[in-house]
Structure formats: structure tokens, C-alpha cells
């Protein structure tokens, strides 16, 4: 056997033991895409865009938006909505929500967001949704994960359609402790490229960001401008230590 057919047999094996990544899920910038079969969500893309095998999948996703007023954010997010839903061979299924730029209806949305699942084509899918309940005391670092397990495993809930969605995640005043720790929180999420853009543009706003699209990104930018001089400078002596 020569070389040449080695090569061409080593190609050939190579190609056919990769796995198949026909299908994609995908929301709008809206949206975040939070986990895959309980799975994170950047094991297999990203927040916005993931791609699946075909078969049985269930998605995590939230409403997540900040909407500017002057110079002032100011963030709406909603429980996680849990999707469990069939896809098919090569099917590119985007969930489609309105973009709200107005405060007042992005405050209302977020407590029961309402969307469609469609194909390429436009056709609407099935699919089945529920919300997960709103838990008492400060979200912060929850195990999403664990109460989702609880919720399948017939922890009481309520379904998508007849939900009464828990009160917005309007963000206004920011004490020092809170600002601090989400400042922190979310740099330790980060990943590495994330944390140096956020280092550069601490210093220079005007920096254009290779991450400023991902939710660690946008959390941080958020948290950073909505902290006070003595919170900033606090977040920048422990990014020393």
C-alpha cells in the first residue's frame, strides 16, 4: 500500500468518526441560551447559537435584556423556560421574540415572555414549555441545574401557558456589597479572551470587544458602569490581587 492510499484512508476514517452537527437552535440577542440537555450551553456554541445532533432535546433559555435610556441600563431578565422539543436532520430552528427598547414593555415581557419556535421556512414547531418557579431569597449563583432535576422529578410547578411570571429583574439602586460580588461573580464565569477585553475597556470605552456579544461581557459592562467610583476602584485592586 503506498503512501498516497494511506493518506486517503487516514482522511476517509478521520471524516466518518466525526460527529454529525446538522441541526441548530438558536434566540435572539434577547435571549440566552442557558443549557443543552443540562449541559452548559458553550459545550456546544455559544448563548445565542448552539448546534445538535438531531433527535430529543430539551432547552434552557431566558429573557435577558438591557435596555438604555440617556445614560442609564438598565437590565430585565426573567426565570429560566425550560423547552423540550424533537429536531429534525438539518433543521435550523431560531425562537423568535420582539426586541424591546421601550423600559415600560421590556419590565412587563420579562415576567411572562411570550415566543415562537420556527424552521427555516417560517413554519411554527411544536414543543413543550414550562417556567421554572421563582425561589425565595437572592439568586446569586443558584444551581439552575439541580432545580430543574427537582422539576422533572415532580417538584410542584406551573406550565408555560398558564405561569404568572414573577416580578421583573429591574436592576436600579446598586449597594456596594451587591455591585462587588456580580462584579466578581461574573468575572470568575468569564473565560480568559473575556476578562482581557473587560481589562481594556475598563480603561478605554472606546475598545471594540471580540466578546462583547456573550452574556459575561454585557454582565460585567453592566455592572461596572451601574457601580460608583469607590465600587469601580474597589473591582480594580481585586483584579490586582
Do not use: C
Amino acid at each position: 500500500m503506498n503512501k498516497k492510499t494511506l493518506l486517503l484512508g487516514s482522511l476517509v476514517l478521520g471524516a466518518t468518526s466525526l460527529p454529525t452537527m446538522a441541526a441548530t437552535f438558536q434566540v435572539p440577542t434577547s435571549f440566552q441560551i442557558m443549557y443543552v440537555d443540562l449541559h452548559d450551553a458553550q459545550k456546544f456554541g455559544d448563548d445565542f447559537k448552539v448546534n445538535i445532533k438531531p433527535g430529543k432535546h430539551q432547552f434552557v433559555v431566558r429573557y435577558k435584556q438591557i435596555v438604555s435610556h440617556g445614560d442609564n441600563d438598565d437590565m430585565f431578565s426573567s426565570q429560566p423556560i425550560i423547552i423540550d422539543m424533537d429536531v429534525s436532520k438539518d433543521e435550523a430552528i431560531q425562537l423568535q421574540a420582539p426586541m424591546l427598547t421601550d423600559k415600560s414593555k421590556a419590565n412587563i415581557y420579562s415576567q411572562h415572555p411570550t415566543f415562537s419556535i420556527v424552521n427555516e421556512n417560517g413554519q411554527k414547531l411544536t414543543y413543550k414549555q414550562q417556567t421554572l418557579p421563582l425561589q425565595p431569597g437572592f439568586q446569586l449563583g443558584v444551581d439552575y441545574v439541580k432545580q430543574i432535576k427537582a422539576l422533572e422529578n415532580g417538584s410542584p410547578s406551573n406550565s408555560g401557558d398558564d405561569m404568572e411570571g414573577p416580578a421583573a429583574a429591574e436592576i436600579k439602586a446598586v449597594d456596594k456589597t451587591t455591585a462587588f460580588s456580580m462584579l466578581k461573580f461574573w468575572y470568575n464565569k468569564s473565560d480568559e479572551t473575556t476578562r482581557k477585553d473587560i481589562r481594556i475597556w475598563m480603561i478605554d470605552h472606546s475598545y471594540q470587544a471580540k466578546t462583547s456579544a456573550t452574556t459575561p461581557y454585557q454582565m460585567l459592562k453592566f455592572w461596572f458602569n451601574k457601580a460608583n467610583k469607590a465600587q469601580k476602584k474597589a473591582f480594580q485592586v481585586w483584579l490586582l490581587q
